[in-house]
């Protein structure tokens, strides 16, 4: 990097942590204000995109540190892993538990990239064994992954409601197959960081697209960098070209293999890319302007990513936590699956019994980031 690079950087860096120090003071003394400096730090990201001239010359000054993200040990044994899984995530009796496994590897890729990953790797010797069953090695999988259900929230029948209607959808396809379909079926991503979450998107979009269950999976990105490892379609087209690259994906045949697999799925038009300000924004879903409204219009379902999208699913709102989730997302005009890791004081869904085991465990379990939610909204009846 030129040395302008690096004092804009420094600068930027130290600006944010600045901002994040003062959204911590208010959160202390109030939580309802605690948007004042949130807000404050969207305003700040849209300037530097303005001063920069981000729409016509596409400069991030966070390009290296979402590299680095992509590239860290974690991220790559955690490429590595997903990668080496991904001929058992194609098997259709054990849809269900791909489609489960892969929802709960899209919920904890929203914590931090920096996240320290818990691997457990190294086979066991049933796992050397040639004629080991698929169920097996998913466990073990599940484990070394670092995929967990107890640090789920809310009632686990979300889950099973997301994973139900992601069946139905493939179902109902089956039902037309080697028929003309009019109107190709659609799910979405609203997107939240690069480094394993996105990994983790990308894997959910390729499960949906080779099982059947959907035409294409439409990603909506922020129009411009917002925050130091928020996605933009050029981290996600980077992403998937990092791993179909044999020589950037160090070679290793699995990992090229997924990568290329993802790239296919670009040529053929089966992942859309779409940016607005509007993800980079601070405005309640709920007010989500009409070409949004039409651009999410006809999606069987929209996954929405990530803690920030999270509190403009809530509005920005103080929620009594037990607050059922339904009602509260009850305004989303198309059915809407919320998935969200606890990263600052705001939620809805979560019982006094959850709230007081989180408690119990992890006395910081609302700003940690090691709790989550899978939650629905929306009417999901006529899928």
Known sequence: ?????????????????????????????????????YEQQLVLFQSIAKALDYSKNGMDPFSQRKFAALTSKSCTQYIHEISNKIVDF?????????????????????????????????????????MVSIKTRRKSFDKSIGISRRQIL?????????????????DNRNVVAGKSRSNP?????????????????????????????????RFHTRAYPCGI???????????????????????????????????QHVFKGNFEFVDDSFWCDFTPFWDMPDHIQERLAGSKLVFVKGDANYRRLLGERQWPLDT???DVLSYWPVPVCALRTF????GCGVSVEAQSRAERDDANWKVSGKWGVVQVGGDISGI
């Not at 609203?190 to 959907?214: K, P, R």
């Open 324 to 326: 059922l989730a339904a």
């Open 90 to 130: 194609l098997d259709e009796d054990e849809l269900e538990e791909t489609l489960r496994s892969v929802l709960l590897l899209a919920l904890w890729g929203t914590r931090d990239p920096e996240y320290p990953f818990q691997f457990q790797l190294g086979k066991t010797e049933s796992e050397n064994e040639n």
């Open 1 to 37: 990097m030129k040395e302008n690079e690096i004092d804009l950087e420094n600068f930027l860096l130290e600006e944010y942590a600045r901002l994040k120090t003062l959204e911590e003071e208010v959160r202390s003394r109030d939580i309802s204000n605690s948007c004042d400096s």
């Open 185 to 217: 079926s659609r799910i979405d991503i609203v997107i939240d960081q690069v480094g394993h979450g996105l990994v983790a998107d990308l894997l959910l979009a390729h499960v949906l697209i080779t099982n059947n269950i959907c035409d294409i999976v």
């Open 343 to 346: 990263k600052a004081e705001i």
């Open 229 to 263: 490892y928020g996605a933009t379609i050029i981290d996600i087209t980077g992403h998937i070209e990092q791993m179909a690259d044999p020589q950037k994906a160090n070679d290793i045949w699995s990992v090229h293999h997924f990568g290329d697999a993802l790239r």
């Open 154 to 170: 809310n009632n686990e029948g979300d889950l099973e409601d997301v994973v139900n209607l992601l069946i139905k959808m493939k």
